[in-house]
């Protein structure tokens, strides 16, 4: 069976999170672990304004920049050209994908199924998801805790976003005014658009 020619169904949860933020989603098994990437970041809610990587078997997989003095040939691996397929071969294989490493966003991304192709469905796509993705740059998941504990106090939103500048302000008072961090609707992935991938 040629992995390649098959769609996979992926679950994508936010570690340590309580309670689990985590979406579904179905990816080629061709894409390229850079537009993997790309499906995380959309789908969870991500601004993409950190470093990233995939961790699997003790290596981690990245793309490689010139100025990195801290890439370990026998340790890291860049990613160019690599598809989830070479990552994720079998139902109930994971990776980890890291995001932001100064807050350590660890995701657990489980490839649930493998599906025959169907040429009808428009990939990736978003099956469902739980909770909102927290903030960036809130101090990991203790922070983004500390910032649910905060905002269940009266006044907790407006002393949570002293100081924290105008755009993690108007982040932090969205979750407090129109949506708390449960708020996940399907349809508004579809809408900002998942990058479309040709095939």
């Known amino acids: 069976m040629c992995m390649a020619t ?42 993409n304004a950190h470093l990233h990587q ?16 801290f890439w370990d040939d026998h340790l890291n691996v860049d990613y160019t050209g690599q598809t989830v397929s070479d990552l994720l071969v079998k139902e109930r294989d994971r990776i980890v994908y890291e995001y932001d490493f100064g807050d350590g966003w660890e995701h657990d991304v489980l490839l649930e199924k493998v599906l025959d192709e169907d040429k009808g469905l428009v990939l990736p796509v978003c099956l469902g998801g739980k909770m909102s993705c927290p903030p960036e740059d809130i101090g990991g ?33 969205n979750l407090c005014n129109n949506c708390t961090s449960s708020f996940f609707i399907q349809s508004l992935i579809h809408q900002i658009k998942l990058p479309r991938i040709s095939r």
């Open 141 to 173: 998941v203790w922070g983004y805790e500390q910032m649910l504990e905060i905002m269940k106090q009266p006044g907790g939103c407006e002393s949570f976003t002293a100081g924290r500048g105008l755009r993690m302000s108007r982040i932090i008072l």
């Open 54 to 69: 995939f961790i699997k078997g003790g290596k981690y997989y990245s793309l490689r920049h010139a100025d990195d003095d």
């Open 6 to 47: 098959h769609n996979y169904q992926l679950k994508i949860e936010l570690k340590s999170s309580k309670p689990k933020i985590w979406r579904k989603v179905i990816v080629q098994a061709s894409l390229l672990l850079s537009d993997l990437h790309k499906v995380l970041q959309t789908t969870m809610g991500w601004d």
